[in-house]
């Protein structure tokens, strides 16, 4: 191992730590989520592979939070946003792209009529639940307690570790029920249905839906009268182009995008049945909704990045590509635990274009300091694993490249399994973002 060094990302971590709450943007890219003195700070990125500030070239996993599924700088949606960024980005009336890409998202989208875009995740699914609320009359939210985020926003976080600054009763108007559990969704609603304004889940997690899961869910939803708010952040653009209610053919009322469908440029969209999204609309006698109103809504260079990328993915079948990366990287890293004795320790999991691994210690559990110890060997032979979630640009020798050096850091881990972890792995493990003290 060429022992790389870390020491221009230390000093600006710590810059940053003085500057910036949690020395990030997002706490899933703080320095705890990375092994001690371990965590790069990004000077550039080209398609799969990203530079620090140390000058470390790394093959790089979980681009952008999953934002990022062609690769960095991608040509074409490049080209696309400086063509647009030469006509302005901001108006006092709508610009003629908002037309654009509403068909063009739409026309992806049989189950959906209306859109309205926003710049991120969190926005369009609070606009979701708004619009629940407003429809259906009712305050509470129900949400799907397995799978770990929905919005920054207090409905979601608090109920998290994480809720301090949100109001009791705010919490109080959220509750949780499990995935794949329809007696346990259903109990819910049998006490509790005439509260509630919608069920909110993601299609699938690491955990695919059990066969008629979704249409259950669909048809209690449907029972009770709740609506049904589909959370795609992260399986549009992955799943299928349609997204997981074209994979699953389940129709929700309600849908939510964003991460990989501006390749990196801030873009999202709340997608719905017309019935329900006319409603934030200028155009009839009812009572209004104020529904995604925002100063950023309607960007132009990011409405032309997602405009480019679902050209690109309807061109390049991007969708295929990462799937096929994915499976090649599963069964690399699954065949690499199994040589070093450790099928029970090194696991990944998930879909192919959305991949994570687990990490398990002596007695089978999961791990934080393994997880450490696996990410930070990972980081000393040139790669970002925070998960393993590729995208397009990986190509096959990135995997290639990925699976030699997880053989040879599960020669490590097997060794840090013999002896104690202790010798191996230097500072502090890693740690979960929700966790209510430092
Ligand atoms: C399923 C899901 N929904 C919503 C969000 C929030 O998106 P954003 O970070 O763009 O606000 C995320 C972000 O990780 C997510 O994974």
């Known amino acids: ?21 949690g ?8 320095v ?33 939070l999953r934002a990022v599924s062609l690769g960095h700088a991608h040509p074409a949606v490049n080209a696309a946003v400086i ?3 030469a006509n302005g980005s901001n108006f006092s009336r709508p610009a003629h792209i908002e037309l654009g890409a509403a068909s063009d998202l739409l026309s992806l989208l049989p189950r959906a009529d209306m859109v309205k875009f926003t710049k991120n995740g969190s926005d369009a699914t609070t606009a979701a639940v708004k619009l629940a609320r407003a429809v259906t009359g009712r305050d509470l939210v129900a949400f799907c307690q397995d799978q770990p985020f929905f919005s920054t926003d207090d409905w979601f976080i608090g109920a998290t570790p994480l809720g301090r600054g949100v109001p009791a009763a705010v919490r109080d108007l959220s509750t949780t029920f499990g995935f794949n559990d329809i007696p346990g969704l259903e109990a819910l609603l049998v006490a509790r249905g005439g509260e509630i304004a919608c069920v909110v889940l993601e299609a699938a997690g690491q955990a695919e839906p059990a066969p008629g899961y979704l249409q ?16 795609e952040t992260i399986t549009g653009f992955r799943w299928s182009l349609g997204g997981a209610q074209d994979v699953y053919d389940v129709v929700p009322d309600l849908s939510i ?4 469908m501006g390749n990196g440029y801030a873009v999202s969209a709340l997608a719905g049945r017309r019935e329900h999204m006319r409603l ?4 009839h006698d009812e009572e209004r909704v104020f529904l995604l109103s925002t100063t950023h809504g309607a960007e132009s260079h990011s409405l032309a990045a997602a405009r480019a990328v679902i050209d690109v993915y309807r061109r390049e079948g991007v969708i295929e590509t990462m799937a096929a990366r994915g499976a090649q990287l599963a069964a690399g890293v699954t065949a690499a635990a199994a040589d070093c004795g450790l099928s029970e320790h090194v ?6 274009c959305n991949l994570t691994f687990a990490t398990r210690d002596e007695a089978g559990d999961r791990s934080q300091p393994y997880r450490t110890l696996f990410m930070a060997e990972l980081l000393r032979r040139g790669i970002i694993a925070p998960s393993f979630v590729l995208g397009a640009a990986h190509s096959e020798q990135d995997v290639e490249a990925t699976i030699d050096a997880v053989h040879d850091v599960c020669v490590v881990y097997r060794k840090a399994l013999e002896n104690g972890i202790e010798g191996y792995l230097a500072g502090r493990p890693v740690k979960p973002v929700f966790r209510s003290r430092s």
């Open 1 to 21: 191992v060429n022992e790389p060094s870390f020491s221009r990302s230390d000093e600006i971590n710590a810059q940053l730590q003085a500057l910036v709450p």
């Open 347 to 352: 696991t990944v999991h998930g879909r192919p």
């Open 83 to 85: 063509a647009a960024l």
């Open 23 to 30: 020395g990030a943007h997002t706490y899933a890219k703080g």
């Open 280 to 283: 934030g609309g200028i155009d």
């Open 216 to 231: 259950q869910v669909r048809a209690l939803c449907d029972r009770y009268g709740v609506l049904m708010v589909l959370d």
């Open 32 to 64: 705890d989520q990375y092994p001690e003195g371990m965590a790069p700070i990004i000077e550039r990125g080209l398609g799969s592979h990203v530079w620090d500030v140390d000058g470390n070239e790394f093959v790089e996993y979980g681009s952008g």
């Open 257 to 260: 995008f964003g991460k990989a």
